[in-house]
């Protein structure tokens, strides 16, 4: 089991100062976790640790190679409920992540469906959810067969947050070769869902791990919201149970990479600490 980092560890820095950050801290993997379309100000002025779909590879080749460390996957979580709009991430911007995903040697791609927006997407029923996250990831599955891409499916919405609508959802979609999980304890435990509970139903399927953990402060909360960014408490500190699917993982076999999502260097690394006395 790999240990790696979210890389968005200090606020207001370039992406090659967030991969320099994570080998400090004694990891070698990361995530390359925030993207865009185009151009960025904040990425051209060097305060947004993000990278653009439509660069050269050869440019974050170079930063993650000064850095010392592997990426594991590109992040490309997506607003699949909401009409598709040049505003919003979608479909077209999937798809270039898969495509940059192969340039750099990376395996997997992490998409969801996220939170909608608008009163069209909030107005959908279970079916119609499904359906419209199963139209626009078909074309990001097709490129992800072509390109030898593992597309990952994370806990971070009202489908994908519990077993039984990702079941729905992940029979829909079909193409189990290329289909697969990115269990977030956090998300799907925040979305009432129960983060062991997707690991004794999906086992296999489950091909990469974000870590979080969540204090008793988010109970009134949990159901009413899916997903967030990153966990505030180090793993072990909250009440998800991080032990448990530990344990479990293992038990299914699980030896993928695995991701810290997780705010504060103190906190990064007592996590660390707890996941290299337990793997």
């Known amino acids: 089991m790999k240990i790696g980092c979210f890389a968005l560890i200090q606020p207001f820095t370039p992406l090659s100062t967030q991969f320099e950050l994570i080998k400090q801290l004694g990891v070698d993997y990361a995530d390359l976790t925030d993207n865009h379309d185009g151009a960025s100000l904040g990425r051209e002025f060097g305060f947004a640790a993000t990278a653009s779909l439509d660069g050269h590879p ?16 590109v992040c490309a979580h997506a607003n699949l409920l909401d009409p598709t709009s040049p ?14 995903a192969h340039f750099l040697g990376v395996t997997q791609v992490i998409t969801t ?5 608008t009163d069209f997407g909030h107005q959908l029923t279970e079916s119609e959810r499904i359906f419209t996250i199963r139209e626009k990831l078909q074309e990001p599955i097709s490129w992800a067969k072509e390109l030898g ?5 994370e806990p ?7 077993v039984p609508t990702m079941s729905k959802l992940l029979d829909a979609l079909g193409h189990e070769d290329v289909v697969g999980i990115n269990l977030d304890t956090g998300n799907s ?3 009432g869902g129960d983060p062991l509970e997707f690991v004794k139903t999906f086992g296999p399927r489950i091909r990469h791990v974000h870590w979080k953990d969540m204090g008793e402060e988010w109970l009134p909360q949990r159901g009413r919201i899916f997903g967030c960014g990153m966990g505030t408490l180090a793993l072990g500190e909250g009440i998800v149970g991080i032990d448990a699917i530990v344990t479990e993982l293992k038990s299914v076999g699980f030896d993928g990479p695995t991701t810290l999502e997780i705010a504060g260097e103190e906190a990064v690394r007592r996590s660390i600490d707890y996941l290299q006395a337990r793997i």
């Open 58 to 73: 050869a440019a974050i080749k170079s930063m993650v190679a000064e850095a010392g460390i592997t990426l594991t996957s």
């Open 87 to 100: 505003e919003r991430y979608g479909t077209v911007q999937i798809v270039k992540a898969i495509q940059l």
């Open 113 to 117: 469906e996220g939170d909608p927006k």
């Open 149 to 153: 891409i593992e597309l990952l499916i």
């Open 156 to 162: 971070h919405g009202i489908v994908t947050d519990t």
């Open 189 to 191: 435990w925040l979305g």
